[in-house]
């Protein structure tokens, strides 16, 4: 085993490497950019080496930097984590040359998979089934419409170096062909150094199962079983499964046999996941194709090692320093049910744009033999738009698919993050969305239940505000207390807020807003309590702080007959002093309508501002133009992804404020834009 490993990576993966490699007693090495100097990754790491400024082709793209970070610190191999040059095979033949072990297949395997076009001409040739489609080297624009209209629409197009839902369309009609082609080779060529595509048949009704593969330099070649990824939003996946819901005995063996197949076709070495687009029913029957295979370790990897109790780092490791397998394929069993979810900064409403910020409040669930937790965030920390906007990965195990499902439905609701905008309520609705307990799964799952994931806006329930407002006395109170006690006069009877008046019941008014309505809680002081009316509701109410360690921001709070274990964490933001309430598994933002609190105006009109920092990669429309509501008017290239902004209502283009290729700041205004009247 290696006494020292450099991980040539950030967040999440670093820290789930180092984890393992401290319990197998390897000292390990972190790099990070100028933009990471804090993270978590680099806290963990028992040394670390700053390699650059923050955007990752300055930094964690750099294999000469990497490869000389790992000299100066005597590290004896280095661990790609995913994403940046963990499927980069130079990096890998470089890493040999520099005489350091690369955690991964050897470089010659990478080729052969590392082209999903070459990959699709390899397996087809080993007799592996393939998605129709054009896996050709000819790029001209022309000659792929021409192959789109052979194949037939709805299709994909993907960069053949692609991964993670970068760099791929859905095209629905040939009108759309051009663009979406454009698009996917700008992104591509961005995020992958190529903007080489390939097309494939869509299937509407498809699952996207995938196979964990493992192999050693003696020539033994494992699978651990499947993965259903099907739950996807823009090509990204969401969810993930193990195993696969539905999957009858003889498919199973078949899809295994068929990834044990490929990685022997490719000298393989390592930790490598073969992916399959199949059928929605995968019964024994069902039809199954080969997709790319991905020649790292996966994100939802952990879901794997919950099933059938392996350390997949500790595996690769092992297999690194020439150890054989650990174990052999009959030896392997799946035991349970795990499910992950991907806890992301960003918005769903709002076709799920990335957010940024710093995370003022984080509290994950407590973790257990059920529950695990995988992050690179901690309290305090920031999400910056130069990086992937995961938090972290929730991954929970039990007994049965039925049971797994409700310890995921209780994990998303003892949630708590405040800061940026994040997806955990849409997870919560997701996971218990009919089509999904039913496992009724395909990779269009989000889209034809939007009405489901989707809720038009409803006003909070009274009980929000009722808890917002015993969270506020009940801070007014602990606060009064603590300047007493810091006071000469501690017994001060004007140092307790607990309402008395002489010969009189005391009386206010505490005053909430969400979106334009106001809403107006009368409290009214009793010996014990409080009776809090809001819209000719009434109830009785008592609470106490339980603000403590892991349970910051907490409160038990008892409206009349009914006791609660809620959080309220109060955040004054760009002027307003907001209210997070954490209520059965639902987070409400509410606003604290103070009128000794002043709220400033701002805000220009008439423009269109960028959501968060990027880049301009194109302008869409001409000045003067006039175009109608919802028509593209540029492309913001930010995390990874780009971002088109578009018209909000019908008028014209009077002004683009910057031009193609210029960065631009979070809420900078980008177009001049005269609305139409009516």
């Known amino acids: 085993m290696f006494a020292k490993i450099l991980i040539a990576n950030r967040g999440e993966i670093a820290c789930r490497v180092m984890r393992t490699a401290r319990r197998l007693g390897v000292r390990t090495v972190a790099v990070y950019s100028e933009a990471d100097t804090d993270s978590r990754h680099v806290r963990l790491a028992d040394e670390a080496v700053c390699i650059g400024p923050a955007p990752a082709r300055e930094s964690y793209l750099l294999a000469d930097r990497l490869l ?89 197009i993907k960069a053949v170096a692609g991964g993670g839902g970068k760099g791929m369309r859905l095209v629905e009609r040939g009108d759309d062909f051009a663009a979406a082609l454009a698009s996917c080779q700008r992104e591509a060529a961005a995020a992958f150094g190529s903007d080489q595509v390939l097309l494939e048949r869509f299937l509407k009704r498809a699952r996207h199962i995938e196979v964990q593969i493992f192999s050693d330099s003696h020539g033994h070649h494992v699978h651990l079983f499947e993965r259903d990824c099907s739950v996807q939003r823009r090509h990204q996946k969401v969810l993930e499964e193990a195993p696969a819901p539905g999957v009858g005995a003889a498919r199973r063996l078949a899809m295994g046999r068929a990834a044990v197949d490929a990685a022997k076709a490719v000298g393989y070495v390592g930790a490598g996941t073969v992916e399959f687009i199949a059928d929605s029913d995968l019964a024994d029957e069902g039809r199954f194709y080969f997709m790319e295979m991905n020649t790292r370790l996966q994100v939802e990897h952990p879901v794997t090692e919950m099933i059938t109790g392996q350390d997949l780092v500790e595996w690769q490791l092992r ?42 409040h984080l509290v994950p669930p407590a973790e257990s033999l059920n529950v695990r937790v995988d992050t690179g965030i901690e309290q305090g920390d920031e999400i910056t738009p130069f990086y992937d906007p995961m938090i972290a990965k929730l991954i929970v195990w039990d007994v049965d698919r039925h049971a797994a499902l409700a310890r995921m439905r209780q994990a998303l609701a003892d949630y708590r993050i405040v800061g940026v905008a994040t997806n955990v309520d849409f997870l919560s609705r997701l996971v218990a969305c009919p089509a999904f307990t039913d496992a009724d799964l395909d990779t269009g799952l989000i889209e034809r239940s939007r009405r489901f994931l989707f809720p038009a806006s409803s006003e909070p329930p009274p009980t929000v505000f009722f808890v917002a407002a015993v969270a506020g006395l009940l801070r007014e109170q602990a606060n009064a207390q603590a300047a007493a006690r810091r006071s000469g006069d501690p017994w001060s009877p004007w140092s307790v807020h607990d309402g008395w008046r002489l010969n009189l019941q005391a ?124 028509a593209p008017l540029l492309i913001l290239e930010a995390m990874k992804m780009e971002h088109t902004i578009t018209a909000p209502k019908n008028g014209r283009v009077k002004a683009f404020r910057f031009a193609t290729g210029d960065q631009v700041d979070d809420g900078a205004e980008l177009v001049d834009f005269d609305e139409e009247p009516g």
């Open 319 to 360: 297999v690194a320093a020439g150890e054989p397998l650990p174990l052999r394929q009959e030896e392997l069993t799946i035991r349970g049910h795990a499910l992950e979810a991907r806890i992301y900064a960003e918005n769903p409403a709002q076709d799920f744009l990335p957010a940024t910020g710093r995370l003022l």
């Open 68 to 156: 000389d970070a790992a000299a100066r610190t005597g590290a004896e191999a280095i661990h790609p984590g995913y994403g940046f040059l963990s499927e980069n095979a130079d990096f890998a033949d470089a890493c040999a040359t520099a005489g350091v072990v690369f955690i991964g297949p050897p470089a010659s395997a990478i080729r052969a998979m590392g082209s999903k076009s070459a990959a699709k001409q390899l397996l087809s040739a080993a007799g592996v089934p393939l998605t129709p489609g054009y896996h050709g080297d000819v790029q001209q624009a022309d000659y792929l419409r021409q192959q789109a209209e052979s194949i037939g629409y709805p299709l994909l």
């Open 507 to 630: 009386q206010r008014m505490l005053a909430y807003r969400c979106g334009e309505k106001r809403y107006e809680v009368q409290v009214a002081y009793l010996g014990d309590g409080w009776r809090l009316t809001l819209n000719g509701e009434s109830v009785l109410a008592r609470g106490r702080l339980l603000d403590s360690g892991r349970f910051a921001g907490q409160f038990a709070v008892e409206l009349d007959d009914r006791r609660l274990v809620t959080s309220v964490v109060a955040v004054n933001e760009k002027n307003e002093q907001k209210r997070y309430v954490f209520l059965n598994g639902a987070t409400h933002v509410i606003l604290r309508d103070d009128p000794l609190h002043l709220v400033e105006a701002g805000g220009a009109s008439g423009g269109l501002t960028a959501p968060m920092p990027g880049k301009i990669v194109a302008l869409l429309a001409a000045v003067g133009q006039r175009v109608e509501k919802g």
